[in-house]
Structure formats: C-alpha cells, structure tokens
RNA sequence: CCGCUCUUAGCUCAGCCUGGUAGAGCAGCCGACUGUAGAUCGGCUUGUCCCCCGUUCAAAUCGGGGAGAGCGGACCA
C-alpha cells in the first residue's frame, strides 16, 4: 500500500486531495494530529481516530495527540486536577491500544495555551469571527445545556492550536469539519498558513443502525467493557443482512453498525479474519478483507449471528490491553 | 438591578385551581417468534414530586423562605 493510500484510506473525506497528495509524497516527519477533550474512557469513536493515527505513523508521520485540558474545562468537564487525571488515563490507553510510543507526542492545551501571543491570537480570532459562525462551529450542547461563551470560545482554540502545534494536517471525525473550515478560513487572516485536513466517518449507533454512536446516548463498546459485556453489546447490534438498510418508519437513513465495525476497526487491524462456525453451519470461514465478508453476508452465506460473534472477539482482542491498564489505574 | 415563567420516572410532560403521599407516552428490561438484531405480539420495572420551614388528621397540591434554569426589561444612550 503507497503512502496516500494508507493515508487516505477508510476516510470520509480530504481537504483538499491536492493538499493530501503533496504530503503523501513526502510523509516522513510531518506532524498531524488529533485533539481529543480528555475522559476516562476511550470508547471505539476515539480509537477510530487512533486506527487512522497508526496509519499515519505507518507512513512515516509523526503524531501528536492533543490532551485538550483546557478545551475540557471550557466545557465544564471539571477541575484542572481532574482532568489531568483522566488525561493522563486516556493516554496509557492510547499507548496501549498500539500507538507507537516513539512516534507520538502527546501534548496537554494547558501547555501553550494560556500563553500572552496564544491569547492576543485568540482574541484577534473573537474579533473576526462572528457569533453565528462560532455557534455553528462549535461541539455539541448536551441536551438542555445553555450555550456560553466557552462554547463559541471553544472552536476558535481548536482553529489556532492547527498553527501552535506546528502541524502539516488536521485530523478528526466528520463532526469536526466545521471547526477545521473555520481554520482553513482564519488562519490565513492571522498570517498562518493553510492546512489540509481529514475526516473520519461517524459510526452509526449499534442498536439502531441511525445517527452516530456517542457515549452520552445508547450503547457505546470502549475500554471498560469486558468480554461478555462487548458479547452482549455486539450481539444486541442492528444487523439486517445487508450493508444498505432500508430508512426505519421516521424516514432516517440507517447503517449497517456490525459491517461498519468491521470495516473500520477491524480489517484495518487485522490482516485476515477467521469465523469459526460449526460444521452444522458449514464450517469456518477467512476473509483477507472486508468487501468479500460484506458480500457473503449479503449472499446469505454468512449468517448476521456468526458475523456478530467474530466481530466481538476481534473487538476484545484490540480492547483487552487497554482494559488492562485501566484496571491498574483504579486500584 | 427589576420583572415574568419553569423545576414531578432515563426523556417529554399531565396531575396542583377544588389537599387524601402519582400517572401517560416514549425509552428500558424480560419472554414468544425468527439460527442475529430489527419489526410484531405478550408481560414487567422505575420516583428524595428541587430544598427548607409552616398550616393541616393528611401537602406534589395551600402559605412563607431559599436554590437552580429559562426569558424579558432597564441601565450604558
């Protein structure tokens, strides 16, 4: 696999290809990376971006992941002292999900963020930015949360940390695209440099198929969860056998949330894929990739109950070692 | 600073006027049917009624005080 294959593949989107390409010729040392607002827990949205991370490492890029502290604070996520608690967590996580220690640079916002030039930026960046483009730019309000000032605050340190870090690309979920077009747009005013930016997909909601899985709302698989709990959690997914489900009665579009797991957490982590399957059912099966899994479970060859209990053992298998170092943190 | 409104199950809310310690829908859980899930059918669970004080035999309900949230006005002009 070349450079701009790895690093372009299972993402949503590139802005701009040509940008992505000019790296892809050239990948090794360039820096990118992923701001995430610190929490306990990763959950598989979080090690979506950590899949893509290790690709980029792959390609010979250094990462840098950004323990955003201050992001968390703004968000009301607690005290200093407690989110860097949990940051802290978080990073041994990512570490042991298989991030290349070496290669990765984890950064707390606290570190410049609350430095006189980065402030001055920021402010410059208030005074540009008007509150409507803020408000649609910025994380989502918990349900019946009040939008403060912190939360339009919010997206406008996301915009300046892309030139603080000294970053070569930008990289989040499909959620953050308003944030990095708000960069793409900003920066330049402030006499920085453009950067690409790409997007990883949402994962649909696992019992639903609709929307995007989160850990506010329905049922999120992360580093806590044991193995029975992820048997149980996949086993309960949505899974008509098809990778283009029918709209449910709201009209909402839905997903295929086991493929999508496959397709983006395990395949790209896995080389080949084994179904152990009874002979009664035809004995087991190997995939070397994920088209052809998807094919058979539309053909009916493998039945949506098998493809479940593969996909959660290939998903403790990734969580195992991070559930591990979670037990140490909390004796 | 002033005024108005709201606070009841995980969520959205009804009940309050005319006191008798609580309900609906959705969600959730369990079972049936499917070799998964969903859909369908059957069953079940859930509460410091925001807090404190008072009136009363009895307060979610009436009175007083307080807290939190939302909205509006005024000031700046």
């Given at each position: 696999?070349?450079?701009?294959e ?13 940008e ?10 360039k ?7 610190p ?16 690709d ?6 250094d990462?840098?992941v ?8 703004l ?33 707390y916002?606290s ?27 910025m994380?989502?309000l ?9 939360h ?9 940390d ?20 708000l960069a793409?747009?900003?920066l330049?005013?402030l ?10 997909p ?6 639903t198929g609709v929307g995007?899985?989160?850990?506010s ?10 193995t ?8 309960s997914?949505?899974?008509?056998p ?8 709201d ?6 949330p ?10 790209p982590?896995?080389e080949?894929v ?16 994920y ?7 539309e ?12 996909l959660?053992t290939?998903l403790?298998?990734?969580?195992a070692p ?10």
């Open positions: 696999m070349d450079a701009y790895l690093i372009t593949r299972n993402a949503e989107e590139v802005v701009t290809d040509e992505v390409r000019e790296l892809a010729a050239e990948p090794e040392g820096r990118v990376y992923v701001g995430y607002e929490s306990g827990v990763l959950h598989l949205g979080h090690l979506l971006t950590a899949n893509k991370l290790i980029l490492q792959e390609a010979g890029m990462v840098v950004l323990l955003a502290d201050v992001h968390a604070y968000n009301g996520k607690g005290t200093f002292e407690e989110i860097r608690e949990t940051a802290e967590q978080m990073r041994a996580q990512f570490l042991a999900y298989g991030l290349d220690e070496e290669r990765t640079e984890f950064v916002g570190e410049y963020q609350l430095d006189e030039e980065y402030a001055l930026d920021l402010h410059t960046l208030e005074l540009a930015t008007t509150l409507n483009r803020a408000q649609r730019a994380a989502e918990q349900s019946g949360e009040a939008a403060k000032v912190s339009v605050v919010y997206p406008l340190m996301q915009a300046l892309i030139e603080y870090l000294d970053l070569d690309l930008a990289v989040g979920g499909l959620d953050q695209r308003k944030v990095h077009m793409r747009e900003e330049p005013e006499g920085y440099e453009v950067r690409p930016c790409l997007h990883t949402i994962l649909a909601d696992l019992t995007k899985m989160s850990s709302e329905g049922v999120t698989i992360s580093m806590e969860d044991s029975e709990e992820i048997e149980q959690k996949v086993n997914a949505f899974c008509p098809t990778r283009d489900p029918e709209p449910d009665e009209g909402n579009e839905r997903e295929n086991v493929l999508e797991l496959f397709e983006y957490h395990v395949f982590r896995f080949t084994t179904v152990e399957r009874p002979e009664k059912y035809g004995g087991d099966l190997t995939y070397d990739g088209e052809e899994l998807a094919a058979d479970l053909s009916g060859e493998l039945h949506p109950a098998d493809a479940k209990s593969t959660a290939y403790d298998e990734l969580i991070g559930r591990e170092k979670l037990r140490e943190f909390r004796d």
